[in-house]
Structures are given as C-alpha cells and as structure tokens.
C-alpha cells in the first residue's frame, strides 16, 4: 500500500470555483478515482443557488446509470428496481438534468431532418458539466455524429453558462476546446472578460505492475494457475477471437461477458454495488468510461486495446485509494509492427477518399453516389450536407483519421529500432513509467500448473530406472507437446530432445529439482549395447 502523488479534485480546484463566471469555461484533467464526481455533486451542486440549473453530459448509458443512482440517493429520491425506469429518469430534483452525447446529437439530427421540432439548447443551463469530453474526438474514427454534439458544446458561446470540461484523457480534445473559446471572443462579441480555467490532479500510477504477454493463450494459463480469490477484469479489442476464446475456457460459471447492449445480474451488480461476482470479467469498449469497480479481489487487470485513451479509461474501472493505494497486476500485449502495417494502409486507403473527395469531386460522386455500400469504409469521414445536398468532410472524422496515421507511422519507426518491445515501452510511456527489465516480466511459456504435478509424479515415478529410447520419447512428448515449454525457433515435438535440453526444461524452466543423467551404454541383457539415461532427484 502506498499513497500516489496526486490530488483530489476538490483540492486542486479549492474554493476557485467561486471564481467561475457565466460565459467561461473550466478544464479539469483528473485521473480517474480522484473525486470528479464527488466534486460535481457534493460541492457545485450544494453551493448552486436555488434557481440554478446544471446539465450533465456523459458517454456511455452504464455511467449515465450510476450517476443517476448517485444523485437519487443524494437527493433521497427512490431508485427504480430496474434498469428500464431508471432509464426514463432525466431530470432529479429539479436541479440536475442527466443526458448524453448521443442524445445530444441524435436531438440535433432529427430536427434538421423535421423529425422532431425539440431545439436542443444547452444555454438554458447554468452550469454545462461535459464530463469525460476526450468522447468528442475519441469517437470519430466510427461515429461521424459526434459533429453535432462537437459543434454544440464545444463551438457555440452561451454567456449564461459555465462550460466545465472533465476527463482523465483531455490531452487530444483540450488545445481545440481552447482554439474555440479564443475564436469566439476574436469574432467582436465583446467576449474578452470570459476565461479559461484549467486545473489538473497530477498522474500517478505506480501502483501499477506491468507483465507483458504475446497471446491470449498466456493469459489463459495464468489465469488457470491463479487459485486464489483475486478477480479478474479483461478489456479485449476482439470480442469474436478472444473473447470466445475466454469464455470457452472458463464456462459461464466463472466468466461474464458485458458488451454494448449487455443487460444481466453481473451489470446490475457493477452498477449497484461496483464489483462484480465471478472470477473473470471481459469487457469491450462498452464498459471503459464512468463505471466505478471498487473491490479489493480486482488484483489483475488485462488490457488489449490499441490507442491511448481507451488504454486509460479502462485502467480507469477500477478506482484506486489514492491514500492507500493497493498494487495491482496490468497485463499488456507486444503487438507486432506486421500488425501497424496492416492498420496504416486501412488509414492510408481512407486518406486516399478524402483526397479524391478533394481533388476530383466528380469521381468521387460517380464512385459513392452509384454504390452506397462502399461508403461504409468513410462513414465516419463523410456526410451528406442536408442543405446543399452535397457531401461534406466530417471535420472531426478528418482530424481522428490523420492521428490514427500519425500514431500507426511513429509506432512502425518504433519498432524498427526494437523488433521487441517497442509498443510495450509506448504503452508504459502513457502510464509514466519505465521498467528496465522488460524481459523479466515477460510472460512466455507458462505452464498449466496442473501439468507440471502431472509430470512431477512421472518423473517420481522412473527414479533410478534406466530409461531406452522408447520412455526417453516419452517424457519428451510429455514435456513438449502437453506443457510447451520451449522458446527456440526449433519444432522439438519432431523428435526426442535430447537429455541435456531436457534437464534444462525440467530445471530452470518448470524448477523441478530433478537431474538427467548423460547417455550411458547398456552392457547386458536384450537391451545390450542400447543408450540409456537415468533420472534422479535433487535434495
């Protein structure tokens, strides 16, 4: 246990918000478990006058959920017994408004389109809390509605409000935020009293401590090894390969599986009381923002996504005591450079749309315009204007695809310097830390404990016994085809291995205290002149 360098949020910002006045807007970058939430409902809200208002905006329906839970209890309202009424709630005690980012921007659609005649104005607020806003552009590489809720919260001005921004992750969506409050008071609006505060808990996650795998199969293993009640909780970027892959290993009864859309008893209890009740729990991208997991067994953590922030949002699920700061276990992928490769000509090929769509309009209509299907690939870099009819770029489905090129280009020229490592090191770098000795937290060849009894109890077995040709391939194929054990680029399920590699495996790989004898010639008897050797044991 160890208490981490950083602040509580309502200690980094003090009685500054006193400060705050209509039209300004508040950046607070704070690491998750440092009290965003507590400051929003047990400071601000406890200090708004009576008339005030204030909207809170978030991205994700689990967080949406317990921040209704949150404020009904606050509030000492009743919380519905099932999700589908709390879902209807939107509005708690008159004072706070709880909506999402989605729901912003579908409101928008759909009255552009005439489906609907609600405005969506947020100015009528007194206070707009955008909490985890990386969303705006983290989103962009897929959802091309994210233009609306952008163009709402971030680039209109309402001189009756105060924009709080809030994320662990502000690093992509901070300078645009600030480039549009600077555009808005250089437009002659008179706007030059309005400001920008910007707070910040510091980082700290040392109490982290990193391993590092090649496939899913080693987690597989070491999560089989694990025999204590420690959970687990698995953040996985392919739901059809690994998450299958999990969920066939360990059954239902010690796995659960939440994605979007998930609603089942292990959510619920998330929601209800932050812990989950099974050993393992393997999320996707669903679960990575707002949802708290307070709950001592979470001791590992494996994270398999890609870029940065989703990194950070789901280390973020389980909150830490930044007093008292328990160790946790993170467990992080190699990655291959083959695999950038692959990514940055997806890139690259989406960069050629926009290009067209720049250049040669004409092409770029007699391509999209004749076959819709394709323009599923550049749905996120392209709409049609509803006004002119014509397709425009998507602005922040532009600005995510140029940085996914530019992240996928510096991690290729990083691993042309280290073949190995070089996206372990990058993922570190996130976290701020450095581990000198990668090769030692390493996990390769783990072995089915299990397994290794199994083998112990055959080798207590032929003790002392001469052992020919026939039971040295054998214990060969013992070693070999049922523990993997071998790192060497050679295939030894071939053929038998020889007695000094064998006694290495046994030793220094699987630490069983058991020696091999060198090959002896037997001098009597039907086995008369055959090579042998002798397994003994070592006190």
């Not at 160890?2 to 500054?16: E, R």
């Not at 690491?31 to 208002?53: C, H, Y």
């Not at 008893?265 to 393992?280: A, C, G």
Request: glycine share 4%; net charge neutral.
């Amino acid at each position: 246990m160890s208490k981490l360098n950083l602040q509580w949020v309502s200690d980094s910002i003090g009685d500054d918000y006193k400060n705050w006045n209509k039209g300004d807007t508040v950046l607070m970058e704070a690491q998750t478990g440092t009290g965003k939430s507590w400051f929003i409902q047990n400071v601000l809200l406890d200090e708004m006058m009576d008339q005030e208002r204030l909207l809170l905006v978030c991205n994700r329906t689990h967080l949406k959920r317990q921040l209704k839970k949150d404020l009904l209890e606050k509030y000492k309202q009743p919380i519905p017994s099932t999700l589908e009424e709390l879902d209807k709630i939107t509005t708690i005690a008159d004072k706070v408004t709880i909506t999402s980012y989605h729901a912003i921007s579908h409101t928008i659609q759909d009255s552009i389109y005439e489906k609907t005649t609600k405005k969506y104005n947020v100015g009528h607020y007194d206070y707009i809390v955008m909490d985890e806003c990386h969303f705006l552009f983290a989103d962009g590489s897929f959802n091309n509605k994210t233009r609306f809720a952008y163009k709402e919260l971030v680039q209109e001005y309402y001189p009756h409000s105060i924009k709080i921004f809030i994320s662990a992750t502000m690093f992509e969506v901070r300078q645009p935020i600030i480039n549009a409050v600077n555009k808005i008071k250089n437009n002659g609006f008179g706007l030059d009293e309005a400001e920008i505060h910007e707070y910040s808990t510091g980082t700290d996650y040392s109490y982290l401590s990193p391993k590092y795998f090649k496939s899913i199969e080693t987690i597989v293993n070491v999560i089989k090894n694990d025999t204590s009640e420690e959970k687990w909780l698995i953040f996985i970027s392919d739901i059809e390969r690994d998450g299958k892959k999990i969920m066939d290993e360990f059954g239902e009864k010690n796995c659960s599986l939440i994605k979007s859309g998930t609603v089942s008893d292990e959510l619920k209890s998330i929601i209800d009381d932050s812990k989950f009740n099974k050993k393992i729990l393997i999320c996707t991208k669903a679960l990575d923002n707002g949802i708290n997991i307070r709950d001592s067994k979470l001791k590992n953590i494996v994270i398999m996504t890609w870029d940065r922030i989703t990194f950070i949002q789901m280390l973020g699920r389980k909150r830490i005591n930044i007093n008292d700061a328990e160790q946790v276990n993170l467990y992080i992928p190699t990655r291959y450079k083959k695999s950038f490769l692959s990514k940055l000509k997806v890139f690259k090929e989406k960069e050629r749309e926009l290009e067209l769509h720049h250049k040669n309009p004409s092409e770029f209509y007699n391509k999209y315009d004749n076959d819709l299907k394709d323009f599923q690939f550049v749905n996120d870099l392209f709409y049609r204007n509803v006004v002119t009819g014509k397709i425009d770029v998507n602005l922040i489905g532009m600005k995510r695809l140029y940085a996914d090129i530019q992240f996928a280009e510096k991690m290729i020229e990083k691993f042309e310097a280290d073949k190995k490592y070089a996206f372990i090191k990058e993922q570190l770098s996130w976290l701020g830390i450095e581990d000198n000795d990668i090769e030692s937290n390493m996990l390769e060849d783990v072995v089915l404990e299990e397994d290794i009894e199994k083998l112990e109890d055959y080798l207590n077995s032929i003790i002392n016994k001469k052992l020919f040709s026939d039971d040295q391939q054998k214990l060969s194929d013992l070693v070999v085809r049922e523990l993997i054990t071998i790192s060497s680029k050679t295939d030894y399920r071939t053929k038998k291995i020889n007695p000094t590699t064998l006694e290495t495996i046994i030793r220094d790989q699987l630490n069983l205290p058991y020696a091999i004898s060198k090959p002896k010639q037997e001098t009597k008897g039907e086995m008369r002149k055959k090579r042998y050797i002798v397994i003994s044991k070592i006190n």
